[in-house]
């Protein structure tokens, strides 16, 4: 965060989509977080919605991890997550306060896949 700016924000990931899949690859959830909170509930380290004419989005930080609710979550299956990162960082997922699976984000636009059992 910038300390000249009043009122900044920690950022770290600009989230575009966010995903659920079965362990068949069937689609549990598929939601564009910027614009759609029905099927989702952004509980700790997540910034309000933001968009622009084409796109929507909603930046990730503030908070060293993110917790969202989601309506229902297979036994397994893979989370998705779509958008780009402020710097290259690692990012872990856990379910029930279980660490389950990790991966690396970068400032490139990219859809990340972490599997869970």
Do not use: C
């Not at 909603?58 to 908070?63: A, S």
């Not at 989601?70 to 690692?90: D, F, K, R, S, Y």
């Amino acid at each position: 965060m910038n300390p000249d700016v009043e009122r900044g924000r920690k950022l770290s990931f600009m989230l575009y989509g966010l995903t659920v899949r079965g362990a068949g690859g069937e689609t549990v959830l598929d939601t564009d977080v910027g614009s759609n909170t029905e099927t989702g509930e952004f509980l700790l380290g997540a910034y309000g919605r933001e968009g622009s004419r084409d796109d929507s989005w909603r930046w990730l930080g503030g908070e060293r991890e993110t917790v969202v609710q989601v309506p229902t979550l297979p036994a397994t299956g893979t989370i998705e997550i779509t958008g780009m990162a402020a710097a290259e960082m690692n990012v872990a997922l856990s379910v029930d306060d279980k660490s389950v699976a990790e991966t690396t984000v970068t400032t490139q636009m990219d859809t990340h896949a972490l599997s869970f059992e």
